[in-house]
């Protein structure tokens, strides 16, 4: 079993040791960048290369890192593990305020620093029992499961037992146990309108499925919950987001893996996860209404072009397709046909053609 306050401690004590040595203080780590994530073969996931960056005392700059990366640790290990106590990364940030020196600029830079102690320690910031900011995304459909809290247990059916608003991701999904269930797939949707949309229509009982709302870029507990419906469950699952590059690059976090978090793709990614669509050539093919791209959308989606992520044949061409376009469109488009549309032909028809239907 792995022990957090041990290989928090290890960091600092390495760090101590340089300087006893009179080595230079130093922590390496991965480059988080895009150029430094390659296909994992073994977990068919995307992971950091072997770019390394190196946090070292040499500069200012470096040596502020390091003082407050140990401050860090200091607040994990005595408040957090110690006194068994949680804070949001949002509070991190505002508890700062108290290190003078080591008062973290933005919360930015905090996140980062949490970020580089999973890297180092190989855990996640549950592990620190750090939670994020934002609530979990929700779920609807034949699901049944029990969820621990720190008032005890309790079972939850997540049709029968809850409003259609869903059941509320917890932000540490291991402490949600799966029971039973009566689905066939896993259907994640970026936007809260499609979301209700689909209960409305009732797709989740004609398709068997297990509905989750996204909330747009999907938070962890969400991608970790989508996670282990697909492999403890054997759930296929496909993602449908509107059609334009910031939604692709949420398909691409949750089957692939975000980039700033690659150091957790195999805690995370579905790789077997299906893009459902919006398509760019469902722009052309069903003629949907649509919004012209901004310089900054081509430049993201030029951008898509040379990420590993999306190399396939697949991607390229759709990308590639979009720009010569210069156009988006929004799930909600597909209201524009009738408001049974979308669920009565073309999710039928696109889950036919990824063999999901």
């Known amino acids: 079993m792995h022990d957090p ?4 401690l290890g960091i600092a004590r390495s760090l101590y040791d340089q300087f ?12 988080r960048t895009k150029k430094n994530i390659e296909y994992s073969t073994e977990d068919d996931v995307w992971v950091y290369g ?8 040499k500069t200012i700059r470096g040596a502020r890192t390091l003082l407050k990366t140990v401050h860090l640790i200091d607040l994990l290990v005595k408040e957090h593990l110690r006194g068994n106590r949680a804070s949001t ?9 108290n290190w003078e020196l080591a008062k973290f600029a933005e919360q930015a830079e905090s996140d980062r620093l949490i970020e580089d102690l999973e890297i180092i320690t190989g855990l996640q910031r549950e592990d620190f029992h750090v939670r994020p900011e934002e609530d979990g995304a929700a779920v609807f459909g034949p699901l049944r499961i029990r969820e621990r809290t720190r008032r005890g247990e309790r079972e939850i059916h997540c049709q029968e037992d809850i409003g259609e608003a869903g059941y509320q991701i917890p932000f540490n999904v291991d402490f949600v146990e799966f029971l039973d269930h009566d689905a066939r797939m ?6 809260g309108g499609m979301y209700a949309r689909l209960i409305e229509n009732g797709f989740d009982e004609e398709f068997d499925a297990i509905l989750v709302h996204l909330k747009g870029q999907p938070a962890r507990s969400t991608r970790r919950f989508i996670k282990r419906l697909n492999t403890e469950l054997g759930l296929p699952v496909a993602v449908f987001t509107d059609g334009d590059p910031w939604s692709y690059r949420i398909y691409a976090s949750v089957a692939y893996g975000a980039i700033k978090s690659a150091h957790l793709s195999e805690h995370l990614a579905t790789p077997d996860a299906k893009f459902l669509g919006v398509q760019p050539t469902d722009i052309v093919e069903y003629n949907l ?3 012209r791209l901004t310089d900054r959308d081509l430049h993201a989606l030029r951008s898509e072009l040379t990420d590993p992520r999306f190399g396939s044949d697949y ?6 397709l979009q720009i010569d376009l210069k156009k988006k469109a929004e799930q909600q488009a597909f209201a524009g046909k009738g408001l049974d549309f979308v669920t009565k032909r073309y999710l039928p028809e696109r889950l036919s053609e990824l063999g999901m239907a």
């Open 89 to 97: 990364l949002r509070e991190i940030y505002y508890i700062s305020e």
């Open 289 to 291: 209404s649509t919004d």
């Open 186 to 191: 896993v259907i994640a949707v970026e936007t």
């Open 5 to 8: 306050e041990s290989r928090l």
């Open 20 to 31: 006893r040595d009179g080595i230079v203080p130093h922590l390496v780590l991965p480059t």
């Open 50 to 57: 072997d770019q390394e960056s190196v946090r070292s005392v």
């Open 315 to 320: 991607w390229q061409k759709q990308i590639q």
